[in-house]
């Protein structure tokens, strides 16, 4: 069973950028879809995006365009560079892993976009 760990949130203006990691553990990611998902509070969890393991990549429409998944076979870790953050994207974001019908969860990092 994968381990996800995620870090990288923290708090940002409008506008700004953030970069958030999940390095994974427990097994290699090379066959697995990798995604990030969101929860803001009193939301349900949302998709934000997904990569395939040939590397297909997937966007929510709210953040195509401003944000960008990516996954590093060799160091068992996946990416998402968030760039143009608006405040509406504040919340927890989980890293997730899926593979035969299973999914593993991260515990999720903090992003709050706010002046």
């Known amino acids: 069973q994968v381990q996800l760990v995620e870090s990288g949130g923290g708090l940002v203006q409008p506008g700004g950028s953030l970069r958030l990691s999940c390095a994974a553990s427990?097994?290699?990611?090379?066959?697995?879809?990798m995604g990030w998902y969101r929860q803001a509070p009193e939301k349900q969890r949302e998709l934000v995006a997904f990569?395939?393991?040939?590397?297909?990549?997937t966007y929510a429409p709210s953040v195509k365009g401003r944000f960008t998944i990516s996954r590093d076979n060799a160091k068992n870790a996946t990416y998402l560079q968030m760039n143009s953050l608006k405040p509406e994207d504040t919340a927890v974001y989980y890293c997730?892993?899926?593979?035969?019908?299973?999914?593993?969860w991260g515990q999720g990092t903090q992003v709050t976009v706010s002046n």
């Open positions: 990569i395939t393991k040939r590397g297909d990549q």
């Open positions: 427990g097994s290699v990611i090379n066959d697995y879809t």
């Open positions: 997730s892993a899926y593979q035969a019908r299973t999914m593993a």
